[in-house]
Structure formats: C-alpha cells, structure tokens
C-alpha cells in the first residue's frame, strides 16, 4: 500500500494540488500535418488499416509516448527490462512508437543490434548505429528467422493486439534458445488502496469506458494471469512478474513515487484522449463531445488531490528453453 503525504490530506475542500504547494500546470502542444486519418483533431494511423490501433500517431503522442517511457523507467527503477540478459546480440523492440525503449537499449548493449518494429514511421532518423526501425505489423507473419532474437520486448501494446497466441508463438519462434521474450503491459483499470475513489470517480468512469471498448473489439483488458498462462503456454520456461505502480498525482509520502505521480499527473493531460477518442466514437458510438466529457472528467479527477488513485503495470519475462 502506498501511504499518503501529510500535506496532501490538509485542506481537503480543496480539491487541486497547488493547495498542497504542487504546480501542476502544462503548457499545450501541435500536431504536425502529415497524409494520415484524421479525427477529432488528431493523426490516427492508416497504412495498415485505421482499426488496427486506436491511438493517435501525431505530435502531441509521440511526446506522450516519449514522457510515459522516463515514467516506466523510474517505476521499475530505471531498469529498462527485468529479463537477465547476458550481452545480447539481437534485440527486438515490437510496438517501438518512437523509438525511444530502443535507442535506451542500443546505448546499453552497443554489442548488440536493436530492431524496432511499429506500424507507423514515427521514429527519428538520428540513431545509434546498432539500432535501426522497420514499419511491420506484428499480427501478420513475422519475417524474421527462426532462434533470431536474444531478447524480444513488447510494452504497452494490448489495445492494438488481436490475437495474442499467434503473437506469442512468432516470439517463441523467433527467440534463440536461451533467450528471453519480456512483456509490460497495463490492466486497463485504476486502483485505490485507502477508499478515496467513489464509483463516480472521472478517472473510473473512463477505465470503465475503455474496457466496454476494447472487449466489444475484441481485445479485452487482460490481467497478469493471462499473460503468465501465455507465456507457458507458448513454451517459455522459468517465467517470472513484477508489478509497479503509477500513482495518479504527488500525493504518496515515498520520494520516489511522489515523482512517478507528478510525472503521472503531466501524463495525464494528454493520456485520456489518447486511449479514449477513438475507442468511445468508434466502438461505442458515442457523440465526439460526449466522449471529450470523459476525457474531461477524468483529467479532472486526476488533479484533484483527494483521490489516491494509481495505475498498475506488470512486467512478465521467460525464457526459451535451450536446445
């Protein structure tokens, strides 16, 4: 259980965390204009079909996506995978966005060459000369050979992925022997340890949303279980999990998690219409401004400094059983 800051319980009719001395302002960004699928004012991508993942490619992401990545890397105490690798030579990096876990990795395994694979080319041009990216979908047949890999991560990818045991047998296919396949993947929920989140909660209301969402196409939230199970299941041994938390604002006592919290609390400006635009116009039908009020209400929650909230990760790794 996380324990609270003394300050953030002063005041409670006061609802923000400058109140408890927190500034917690942002500044807004621009998307850039590219030939993509446009919605609701945000860059979807398109090149393998606009459902195959519901967050958007643009500007505005990329920096979100570059902010959740420093945020994992303090919850998991900057270790950028748990697996024991042992100078790996080939790394793999499904779902890369922009890039970034992968350029991390080039720069800590200069002996190894770091792939990184997405649907969408939004990685920059400037990069380690032992890292590279390709545009690929990882739901079609994977083109790499069999006992490829030393390493293949995938994070945060759930919401774009429809068929997890075909993606879990091209890991298993493609990892060497010996090597190791690491998943870090969210259960889609919020958490509250102390009883300050009500069932009205924004940011409840929206996990609620979300999950309606991805079950109805057919990617439901999964929890830790299900990925333990999908590992054994495709033939990985020794398959281990570690959990980590985000807290949703400073408001936990332990220096470090405070951090993680207002790095959190940054990532939420932008993080509600990443995961939800999309999923509640398109799989639910909702009116756009409906969906905004969401989005709205659960950033608004976010701030308020009363609810204790955190988002749980997990990190499940195994490895391939030598020959």
């Known amino acids: 259980m996380i324990e609270v800051d003394e300050n953030v319980l002063l005041k409670p009719e006061d609802e923000d965390y400058q109140s408890a001395g927190y500034d917690t302002s942002t500044a807004s960004l621009t998307s850039s204009v590219q030939e993509y699928i446009f919605e609701n004012g945000r860059r979807y991508h398109a090149y393998y079909g ?47 966005g922009t890039g970034i876990w992968a350029i991390d990795m080039a720069d800590q395994y200069p002996m190894a060459e770091v792939i990184g694979t997405d649907l969408s080319p939004i990685q920059p041009s400037w990069v380690p000369a032992n890292c590279r990216f390709e545009v690929d979908d990882a739901m079609l047949d994977w083109t790499f050979r069999d006992d490829f890999f030393d390493f293949i991560h995938i994070r945060n990818t759930s919401t774009g992925i429809s068929n997890w045991d075909h993606l879990a047998s091209e890991m298993y296919r493609c990892t060497a022997p010996g090597g190791y396949v690491e998943l870090c993947e969210a259960d889609m929920g919020v958490h509250c340890d102390d009883g300050t989140m009500a069932d009205d909660n924004g940011v409840k209301v929206f996990c609620e949303n979300l999950q309606a969402s991805l079950v109805k196409m057919d990617r439901p939230p999964r929890v830790m279980e299900f990925y333990e199970n999908l590992m054994k299941k495709a033939g990985f041994e020794d398959v281990e999990t570690l ?7 400073p408001w936990p006592k332990d220096a470090r998690m405070k951090k993680v919290g207002v790095m959190t609390l940054l990532h939420c400006e932008t993080v509600f219409e990443s ?5 509640f116009t398109r799989a639910l039908g909702m009116d756009p401004k409906d969906a905004k009020g969401l989005c709205d209400n659960a950033r608004a929650s976010a701030r308020n400094k009363n609810y204790h909230t955190y988002f749980l990760y997990f990190r499940v790794f195994g490895r391939k059983p030598k020959a």
């Open 243 to 249: 959990l980590g938390k985000e807290p949703i604002g």
């Open 275 to 279: 995961y939800g635009m999309a999923a």
């Open 50 to 96: 606009s459902d195959k993942y519901i967050q958007p490619t643009d500007e505005i992401e990329q920096d979100r996506l570059d902010l959740h990545h420093e945020i994992q890397r303090l919850v998991w105490e900057d270790k950028l995978h748990q697996a024991p690798l042992d100078e790996p030579h080939r790394i793999l990096d499904v779902g890369t």
